[in-house]
């Protein structure tokens, strides 16, 4: 029976043993280090991406309003969030090219808005709401990023259009509500 208890008691000691070195190998492992980087870098790369291409949708669609018949009210809020966004693709842009991440610089989606000379009276209305829609969306991608990117400076840059994007959300917002 001793003899049982003494390899029990030497098998839990070895065993300890060899967790505690395993714990050590995982805090020390280079390879995971690597996997972890690229990882983030993936991650880091696919945000920038996916925010370059709703910026590039929305600045198509404040362009799209240059020739509108809009009022002035409206013309405003589109220029501020045209000013705005072209300022988020400028820190954008300066992000990736210092983590050397290749973004894109044009939109091929069509069809961003349909206006027809049937909706002339609601102009204001289809464009406010086109552009609430989509900074809805980059409201909710920056979220994303900036939960989960270990960027620094993704993350501020999400933390910055976050609330820039708010801010236009509630021009959009009360302009909608006095149509």
């Known amino acids: 029976?001793?003899?049982?208890?003494?390899?029990?008691?030497?098998?839990n000691l070895m065993l300890l043993l060899f967790i505690s070195c395993k714990k050590e190998d995982k805090k020390n492992?280079?390879?995971?280090?690597i996997i972890n980087e690229d990882i983030n870098n993936k991650v880091n790369t696919q945000f920038l991406n996916?925010?370059?291409?709703?910026?590039?949708?929305?600045?198509?669609?404040?362009?799209?309003?240059?020739?509108?018949?809009?009022d002035q009210k409206t013309k405003k809020i589109i220029a501020d969030i045209k000013i705005n966004h072209i300022k988020m693709n400028k820190r954008i842009k300066s992000i990736a090219k210092k983590n050397l991440i290749i973004i894109p610089d044009t939109t091929y989606e069509e069809g961003l808005?349909?206006?027809?000379?049937?909706?002339?009276?609601?102009?204001?209305?289809?464009?406010?709401?086109?552009?609430?829609?989509?900074?809805?969306e980059e409201v909710e991608e920056y979220e994303l990023i900036k939960e989960?990117?270990?960027?620094?400076?993704?993350?501020?840059?999400?933390?910055?259009?976050?609330?820039e994007l708010n801010s236009s959300l509630s021009e959009i917002d009360f302009a909608l509500n006095n149509y």
């Open 113 to 136: 808005i349909n206006i027809n000379d049937s909706l002339a009276k609601n102009r204001n209305y289809v464009y406010l709401v086109a552009l609430e829609k989509l900074i809805k």
């Open 148 to 163: 989960n990117t270990n960027n620094v400076e993704i993350e501020k840059l999400a933390s910055n259009s976050i609330e």
């Open 50 to 70: 996916d925010i370059t291409s709703l910026n590039l949708k929305i600045v198509g669609i404040t362009q799209l309003t240059n020739d509108s018949l809009l």
């Open 1 to 11: 029976m001793r003899y049982l208890i003494k390899k029990i008691v030497l098998l």
């Open 29 to 33: 492992n280079v390879i995971l280090e």
